[in-house]
């Protein structure tokens, strides 16, 4: 039976990750500050400060786990409750990666997948590929992320430690932070609020939330190495995927598309190229973006009416 150390295992993609895994015959050692509901009998919650480096070792030593999907990270969140790239938080979670990496490597570990983001590209209006697209991050999220997947391959080389780099796009779906765009839409029709946005021009590859998850876990099977995108390789204008909500809530009268200015630096264009994926693992996404998006609203739809109970 394999064993599988998964950090952030309590959250948004955390937890969706814990439901594929629980599927399998596995022995699951699961972080995070809150538990999931969706674990079952076969996970095991560790109480451990993944920054505290002697925490760490000591819970590698005990537990040896064969497998490492690391997606834990500091989402300190700007005031107003969305999540700041711009945090300076996100520089520690460089070293305690690293550390990670190290405490797994020292107990026996095999086989590592780490979770990186799209915003390590440079967002130059091309398709963004692996080994082609040229690697330039804008905020100190991209950048610490893509720090710490440059010293997780040199360390990775030296010691001989199978690993890949999950490099995720834009993800959505049931439990997202309220404030992201798709659930905040979804939210305020539903409250019979107006949506004011911007002209939603932007294109962006969106992937359900469980289609991400379980691309991490074909990575986790899998012999593939370094950076591999994660992501549905199609592109959505952000005014459709809006009119889509609206149009599925009949809430097309409260939105006001182009009420507000777009910040000069946003990124007109975010595709992600998957082919790696695809031909490499037994990975099919089973979501398309409007499937994803009404199973999210009656996610919410059904979160609500029981808080009104």
Not at 28 to 36: G, V
Not at 203 to 215: C, I, K, N, T
Request: with cysteine; glycine share 10%; aromatic share 8%.
């Amino acid at each position: 039976m394999n064993r599988i150390m998964v950090t952030g295992a309590g959250g948004f993609l955390g937890s969706a990750c814990l439901k594929q895994l629980v599927k399998d015959e596995t022995e699951i050692y699961a972080i995070d500050l809150k538990k999931s509901d969706s674990s079952g009998e076969s996970v095991q919650w560790c109480d451990v400060d993944l920054q505290n480096q002697t925490e760490v070792d000591q819970l590698f030593r005990e537990t040896k786990p064969d497998k490492l999907l690391h997606l834990a990270w500091g989402m300190n969140r700007a005031e107003g409750g969305s999540f700041s790239y711009a945090s300076e938080s996100h520089l520690s979670w460089i070293e305690a990666g690293l550390n990670i990496a190290r405490a797994f490597e020292a107990a026996g570990g095999r086989r590592m997948v780490v979770s990186g983001t799209c915003f390590e590209y440079d967002h130059d209006g091309e398709i963004c590929k692996e080994g082609t697209t040229p690697l330039l991050p804008q905020n100190n999220y991209g950048k610490s992320k893509h720090e710490l997947q440059s010293k997780l391959h040199a360390f990775c080389e030296e010691m001989s430690l199978s690993y890949a780099w999950g490099r995720v796009f834009l993800l959505y779906g049931p439990n997202e932070n309220p404030n992201r765009l798709i659930p905040h839409v979804i939210r305020s029709i539903l409250a019979g609020n107006p949506v004011k946005t911007t002209h939603g021009n932007q294109v962006r590859d969106y992937l359900f939330v469980e289609d991400v998850a379980s691309a991490l876990v074909a990575l986790l099977d899998s012999s593939l190495t370094g950076p591999v995108n994660i992501c549905s390789g199609e592109g959505t204008r952000l005014k459709d995927i809006i009119r889509y909500i609206a149009k599925v809530l009949d809430g097309e009268h409260l939105l006001h598309i182009g009420a507000i200015e777009a910040p000069a630096h946003e990124v007109g264009y975010l595709i992600g190229d998957n082919t790696l994926l695809v031909e490499n693992t037994e990975w099919i996404p089973r979501y398309d973006l409007n499937t994803g998006l009404e199973r999210t609203i009656e996610s919410i739809q059904k979160e609500l009416k029981n808080v009104g109970k």
